[in-house]
């Protein structure tokens, strides 16, 4: 079976390419994923908060507002769970429930190693003969999808709980630690304050004993 958003945004439909560029279709998961971006403002979020925006936000293909499907959240809580509590934005198991989300607009994200996508031209010099079929060839694919049976949704779209981080990022320490870390440092520049206070207190005393001293001398001569 073709999985349609990667064969639309596979290189095979690339046009113009040379050494340094290729014109390809628009990703149109990357506009999804932006707008998850910028209204969350994280790396990461709860899961309850994703499923809220992706139930209000639309695609070419897919209307807003919806109520997303039992599996779908739960898919999300899955990966949730894995990363702790928080699902990471960058990841191969967050890409994956876009493409159950969006499956016209996201692509599947294979394992890194078991794809290798290839332009028509890289096809036909690997003597796999030619990238093109005919009218008659593209009907009879579609009358054997169309006969194919009557799959789920949940058994069309694979899934695997295979991550894969993109970018790695530091946790924030929580308001409790960040607070305590202030106190301390407080306390400590606080001691040292006291220290060069005492120090200069005691350097005033040692003068003046000092000069006590050698004025008495100075009498006893």
């Known amino acids: 079976s073709v999985i349609i958003p990667n064969y639309v945004n596979s290189p095979s ?46 695609s070419s293909t897919v209307g807003a507002p919806r109520a997303l499907p039992g599996a779908l959240v739960g898919r999300l809580e899955e990966i949730a769970v894995h990363h702790g509590g928080q699902v990471p934005f960058h990841g191969r198991l967050f890409a994956q429930w876009l493409h159950h989300a969006y499956p016209r607009e996201c692509p599947y994200p294979h394992v890194a190693g078991a ?29 054997e999808a169309a006969t194919a049976g009557n799959a789920t949704a949940e058994a069309a779209i694979p899934w695997s709980m295979d991550e894969e981080l993109f970018v790695h990022h530091m946790e924030a320490p929580s308001p409790r630690v960040g607070c ?10 606080a001691a040292a304050s006291m220290a060069v206070s005492l120090l200069g207190e ?3 005393a040692v003068g003046a004993a000092t000069g006590a001293r050698g004025a008495k001398d100075g009498l006893k001569e």
């Open 115 to 143: 794809s290798r996508p290839r332009t028509a031209e890289q096809w036909a010099a690997e003597g796999r003969g030619s990238a093109e079929a005919g009218e008659e060839a593209m009907r009879r694919h579609v009358a």
């Open 202 to 204: 005691a350097s005033k």
């Open 180 to 189: 305590y870390r202030i106190g301390v440092l407080a306390g400590l520049v």
């Open 13 to 58: 439909n690339c046009v113009a390419s040379s050494k340094f560029y290729s014109v390809c279709c628009i990703d149109e998961c990357e506009v999804l994923l932006g707008h998850l971006e910028r209204q969350v403002a994280a790396p990461s979020a709860p899961p309850a908060r994703i499923a809220e925006l992706v139930a209000q936000l639309p």
